[in-house]
T-cell receptor
Framework: ELKVEQNPLFLSMQEGKNYTIYCNYS?????LYWYRQDPGKSLESLFVLLSNGAVKQEGRLMASLDTKARLSTLHITAAVHDLSATYFCAVDSSGGSNYKLTFGKGTLLTVNP | EADIYQTPRYLVIGTGKKITLECSQT?????MYWYQQDPGMELHLIHY???????EKGDLSSESTVSRIRTEHFPLTLESARPSHTSQYLC???????????FGAGTRLSVL
C-alpha cells in the first residue's frame, strides 16, 4: 500500500523567509503532483513532476523530484502572505495512464507579516 | 481553466434521507474521481471511473455508490445518510496527457 508523508504538517513563517516542505512516498512512482487548497475552497494544481530530477518553478514556489530517494520538495522563496494555504503532494500509484492518486495529509502554511 | 461543476455546494439533511451529489465536467475527460475530505485533513479516494460504464471503489470504504452513464456526468448517491457521512465531497476529472486532476468546488454535507 502506497503511503505518502508530508512534513511539516504545520508551518508558520514570516514574510521574506525561505522554507521547504518535504514529501516522502513509500513505493516506486514516477509521477508526483503538488496542489494548493485555500481555506474553504477546492484544490488547484501547482506542479506535475514526471521524472527523476524534474524541477518546476512558478513565482516563489519551486518543486523538485528525486525518484531514487522517493522524495519531492516544495521550496518557498521569500514568502508572502498570499502563499498562506494548505499544500498537498500526491503520488500516482496506478502506473500507466490510470492516474489514481494517493494524497499526503497536507501542510498548512501560514505566512505572517 | 477547468470546467467541473458540483451541486449542491452545501447540503444539510436528516438521517435516513437519500441524496445524490452531482458532478459534471465539460472537458471530455474519461477519468473521474470522488474524494472525501474532512476539514483540514487529507483527501481519501472513494470512487473512480475510467470511462462510461466503468466504476471502481477507491481506497476508503464508502457506503455511497456512483454511476457513469455519460462521459460528462458522475453522480454520487447515498441511499440512507447518517451523521458519519458528514464531510466535504470533492469531484475531479483527469486529462489524459500527464494526469493532472481538476477539482470541482466541492459539496459540504451535514447529516443531522
Amino acid at each position: 500500500e502506497l503511503k505518502v508523508e508530508q512534513n511539516p504538517l504545520f508551518l508558520s513563517m514570516q514574510e521574506g523567509k525561505n522554507y521547504t516542505i518535504y514529501c516522502n512516498y513509500s513505493t516506486t512512482s514516477d509521477r508526483l503532483y503538488w496542489y494548493r487548497q485555500d481555506p474553504g475552497k477546492s484544490l488547484e494544481s501547482l506542479f506535475v513532476l514526471l521524472s527523476n530530477g524534474a524541477v518546476k518553478q512558478e513565482g516563489r514556489l519551486m518543486a523538485s523530484l528525486d525518484t531514487k530517494a522517493r522524495l519531492s520538495t516544495l521550496h518557498i522563496t521569500a514568502a508572502v502572505h498570499d502563499l498562506s494555504a494548505t499544500y498537498f503532494c500526491a503520488v500516482d500509484s496506478s502506473g500507466g495512464s490510470n492516474y489514481k492518486l494517493t494524497f499526503g495529509k497536507g501542510t498548512l502554511l501560514t505566512v505572517n507579516p | 481553466e477547468a470546467d467541473i461543476y458540483q451541486t449542491p455546494r452545501y447540503l444539510v439533511i436528516g438521517t435516513g434521507k437519500k441524496i445524490t451529489l452531482e458532478c459534471s465536467q465539460t472537458m471530455g475527460h474519461d477519468k473521474m474521481y470522488w474524494y472525501q475530505q474532512d476539514p483540514g485533513m487529507e483527501l481519501h479516494l472513494i470512487h473512480y471511473s475510467y470511462g462510461v460504464n466503468s466504476t471502481e471503489k477507491g481506497d476508503l470504504s464508502s457506503e455511497s455508490t456512483v454511476s457513469r452513464i455519460r462521459t460528462e456526468h458522475f453522480p454520487l448517491t447515498l441511499e440512507s445518510a447518517r451523521p458519519s457521512h458528514t464531510s466535504q465531497y470533492l469531484c475531479a476529472s483527469s486529462e489524459w496527457t500527464v494526469g493532472i486532476q481538476y477539482f470541482g468546488a466541492g459539496t459540504r454535507l451535514s447529516v443531522l
